[in-house]
């Protein structure tokens, strides 16, 4: 026997109205008196149905069945004039199936709730929180509902979401009621038509009452048509072509008149409940004509012959959403505009939409800034949205990317964005730099994906997705996280894509992964490792050009690809370039060039071969860490890829004059907790105005690392945020007006050691009369050894001595050990930070075969040997000014290398 699910839903409205509008009263006990209490009856018309409701004290006959005067008794009165043993025998089937979901545990709320879960049309996904328990049985012509005091939340938002569900299920049961009249007695496929009909204009108007009362948007009548026609039509597709030609020829005529009689229902329960949901509810008996009806009509039509319910407007509303990716920079054509192409190419008329219009500019150029202090968030260089295109593009180009978005941030504001430009096609490509800077995993990036789209929802209920897995980079050594996150993010967006999905959302996935070559070990469709260059433009709007064809049946198919002749980025020799002594030391500069990516420099000392060389991000470059009097040799090229760079500039040069202050004495370094450096220092030896100190960390352990620099003031500072068990190199500046000056070193550190271990297994070998190789087993917690050397010919009156040239490595080599190496005697301690081992078992290098102790015009022994071969990680201040970027900016980039995992 079918379950009487009208009935159920119009019993279940009133009892969610009765309990839902029990507010606060005087009295604890009066809550059942909140809503009214009235039991007068009221004539009422066939097939329709009226409500007594309040305090079972004023129940009449009825207040035998509470067990108090103050609990609610909702009694459903219908005229059953017309159908009366129709109406009976659903009545009691309905009592019979919540006495059994009772018998099962079930509370009475959760009975209806069962009901409730059939109806939804996938408009909005509400969860509902309205719990109660009592009872309910047949009185005559009657459904007697009676709700204990003490099961009435009286919560504003408990009832109002109870409300809804209520009305909700009032429509129901009108729908229900109605269809099965339009179509007459014992008409064929009139159950599960109606069933559809009514469940869906019933769930529809729930989950429009749940939207206004969360504060999200309630769409239109477009968007409120396709819900319906989609649920209707999917309900009865597989029913087969008699099934379908009944539902459309019903609809001809019935759909109007369920339609006009829900809208009726709303505007009756709309002057019951009172102002408060006057405003839903009139909205939605107003959007309830004979024009939807009529529109509902051809969407199910579109629906049953296999189209989308509702055609695309006759131009499309299409936000980008994204990183850098999707932004692009300065001089580049952007894979928006490649895919803006395909759509003028396709005849599909497109208004891209959002806050933006330009690209990522480059970098102004600036001095060097002082490093922020402890806690101190880097200063915001603010959006940055006014860079051109390549040359001669001109298009549609708002969108809403920029540079180093994560979904993180994206899903806060997306919903402000798609109120104010109401896009009907979102383009959404994000999550690289979530997972890449360490703000989540592949699970909470994909939370965030979510969000967004959840969010977008809230603004434009029946906007449509397209959105991109991650494209992999070319690996960063140390990030072999960020290829496993990747892999799983991608895998688990293919799995949510379909749950997202509803009948008036779509979300389908855009797969950049495959279609961008771009992978760990090679990324030829990149010019750094990830961002497009022109073929990776192609490519990335190739893969959005498949799925808007493919899933939303846009254009004729992708562009043939690769197109012929791809633009080469200019790289033309920097014009302008001069350098000059500056407080800093030497500042070089030279005028930009449209479109760069940013600029090799390099540099050395005049009269040296070698040159250093780096990257900057605009056209300055500082030369910081450099005495007074020195030349220095400057040459400039321009980049337009890590493969793509243009012929080096001549050659300038300045003699640095710094006015900077020399670097403060190092008292002191030492691991802090678990994650931390602690760093003590005295100021400099001559007096000198100082702003701030600065310390410079280095993560030896980390391959592609940069420096990181904090500043502090007073005589100490600890960081903390490390990775406990790696090495750091430290080292302090001082900065004053003129900026950074030369650092000191202090003792490398180990994060989360303690006291190292004593080193054992000291070995020497003689590799001549002057010099030696020594190697020892490491120890524990050791960030670095420092080598002790004693003469051994003096009858021991000469202590060991030790300088600060800290190795890194277990093997290390000394040369220049005259007379000869069998005079002195090493032993190597370990150290981390000042924290140091007890020494190690001491050597003496043995008389090499066939020489002889010589000792040379008698000169006295050399207790100054020097390091043969060193460390093969060692870094001192030399390597720091390679590390550190010419720019003085303190993050240097190695050139060929990206950052640590982010697109910035």
């Known amino acids: 026997m079918r379950r009487p699910g009208w009935l159920t839903a119009l019993v279940l409205a009133v009892t969610l109205l009765t309990a839902g509008m029990a507010e606060p009263a005087e009295a604890a006990g009066e809550a059942c008196a909140t809503a009214g209490s009235n039991f007068a009856s009221q004539t009422i018309a066939e097939n329709t149905a009226a409500l007594r409701m309040g305090c079972a004290r004023d129940a009449g006959a009825l207040r035998s069945l509470a067990n108090s005067d103050t609990d609610m008794v909702a009694a459903i009165d219908f005229n059953t004039a017309q159908r009366p043993d129709e109406w009976q025998r659903q009545m009691r089937q309905m009592v019979d199936t919540v006495r059994a979901d009772k018998d099962k545990g079930l509370t009475l709320s959760e009975s209806f709730d069962l009901q409730a879960q059939k109806s939804n049309v996938d408009f909005y996904d509400r969860q509902s929180d309205v719990r109660f328990d009592g009872s309910i049985r047949v009185v005559g012509d009657s459904l007697v509902i009676v709700i204990p005091a003490g099961e009435v939340n009286a919560s504003s938002n408990w009832w109002q979401k109870m409300i809804a569900i209520a009305v909700g299920y009032a429509v129901w049961a009108v729908a229900l009621e109605v269809c099965e009249l339009s179509f007459g007695p014992a008409a064929p496929f009139a159950v599960p038509i109606c069933a559809a009909v009514s469940a869906g204009l019933a769930g529809l108007t729930g989950d429009l009452l749940n939207s206004y009362f969360d504060g999200r948007s309630m769409g239109d009548a477009e968007v409120w048509k396709e819900a319906i026609a989609v649920f209707v039509a999917s309900a009865v597709v597989g029913l087969g072509s008699a099934a379908r030609e009944s539902l459309k020829a019903w609809a001809a005529e019935g759909m109007a008149w369920v339609v006009e009689a829900v809208g009726k229902t709303a505007r009756n ?216 996150k990747t892999d799983n993010f991608n895998r688990l967006l293919a799995n949510a894509a379909p749950r997202w999905s509803k009948a008036i959302s779509q979300v389908e996935v855009v797969d950049w992964q495959k279609g961008y070559s771009c992978a760990p070990a090679a990324c030829p469709a990149a010019y750094d490792g990830l961002h497009p260059n022109a073929f990776g433009e192609y490519q990335l709007a ?66 040296q071969t070698a040159w250093s060389e780096g990257r900057v991000n605009s056209n300055r470059t500082d030369t910081t860490w450099t005495v007074d009097g020195i030349r220095w040799e400057y040459q400039v090229r321009t980049v337009g890829g890590d493969n793509v760079k243009g012929p080096w500039s001549g050659t300038v040069s300045a003699v640095a004059h710094p006015k900077t202050a020399p670097p403060p004495r190092i008292l002191a370094s030492r691991p802090s907790g678990q994650d931390g450096i602690e760093l003590e220092i005295a100021p400099p030896d001559y007096p000198t105005t100082i702003d701030r100190y600065e310390v410079i960390l280095f993560d030896k352990d980390t391959p592609g690392a940069w420096l990181t620099g904090t500043g502090f003031r007073g005589n ?14 430290v080292a302090a500046a001082t900065w004053n007006a003129a900026g950074g000056g030369l650092p000191a070193l202090a ?82 301690t370990a150290v981390n930070g000042s924290l140091e081992s007890d020494k190690s078992n001491c050597v003496i290098p043995p008389h090499p075969d066939g020489s002889a102790p ?35 900016t303190g993050s240097p980039v190695a050139v060929g290398v990206g950052g640590n995992g982010g697109d910035r």
Not at 437 to 452: C, K, M, Q, R, Y
Not at 569 to 591: C, Y
Not at 787 to 813: C, F, M, Q, R, Y
Request: glycine share 10%; with cysteine; aromatic share 10%.
């Open 269 to 484: 329960i709309s002057t019951r409940l009172g102002s408060w949901s006057s405003t839903p509810l009139e909205y939605i008996r107003n959007l309830f004509t004979p024009d939807f009806a009529q529109s509902v009509r051809l969407a199910i039509e579109r629906v049953l012959q296999g189209q989308r319910a509702t055609a695309w407007p006759s131009t499309i509303r299409v936000m980008v959403v994204g990183d850098s990716i999707s932004q692009g920079h300065e001089g580049d054509y952007t894979w928006r505009y490649r895919l803006w192409q395909w759509f003028q190419e396709n005849n599909v008329s497109v208004d891209f939409v959002g806050p933006y219009h330009g690209t990522f500019t480059p970098d102004q150029p600036s001095p060097p800034k002082p490093p922020p202090f402890v806690g101190e968030k880097p200063a915001d260089q603010g959006i940055r949205v006014d860079g051109g295109y390549a040359a001669g593009v001109a298009f549609d180009s708002d969108h809403y990317a920029h540079w180093g978005r994560q979904a993180a941030q994206i899903k806060d504001d997306i919903r402000r964005q798609v109120e104010t430009y109401q896009p009907d096609l979102v383009l959404l490509a994000a999550g690289f730099n979530d997972m890449g800077w360490f703000v989540s995993d592949e699970n909470g990036t994909l939370d965030s994906v979510e969000t967004i789209i959840d969010q977008a929802r809230a603004a434009r209920p029946g906007v449509d997705f397209a959105v991109a897995t991650v494209p992999h980079r070319s690996k960063i050594g140390g990030r072999d996280d960020l290829i496993t």
């Open 747 to 828: 003792r490398p550190v180990m994060v989360g050691g303690g006291i190292p271990a004593t080193p054992t297994g000291l070995r020497v070998t003689t590799v001549d009369p002057t010099t030696v190789e020594l190697d020892w087993t490491g120890a524990k917690s050791a960030a670095g050894y420092r080598l002790w050397v004693s003469n051994v010919k003096d009858g021991g009156t000469t202590p060991p001595e030790a300088d600060e040239n800290i190795i890194e490595d277990t093997h290390h080599g000394v040369g220049f050990l005259f007379p000869g190496v069998w005079n002195f005697e090493f032993c190597v």
């Open 854 to 888: 010589t000792n040379p015009g008698d000169s006295a022994l050399n207790l100054s040997p020097s390091a043969r071969t060193a460390a093969s990680d060692a870094v001192d201040i030399g390597s720091l000014t390679t590390l550190r970027n010419p720019d003085g």
């Open 542 to 607: 190739t893969a959005f050009e498949q799925t808007l064809h493919d899933r939303y049946d846009l254009g004729r198919g992708p562009i043939p690809f690769p197109p012929e002749n791809l633009p080469v980025r200019p790289t033309p020799v920097p014009a302008g370039l001069k350098a000059e002594s500056s407080p800093q030391g030497v500042t070089v500069t030279w005028d930009p060039v449209y479109g760069a990516f940013g600029y090799d420099v390099r540099s050395r000392i005049a009269g």
């Open 716 to 729: 100490s500072v600890k960081v903390y945020g490390l990775k406990p068990g790696h090495r750091y190199l």
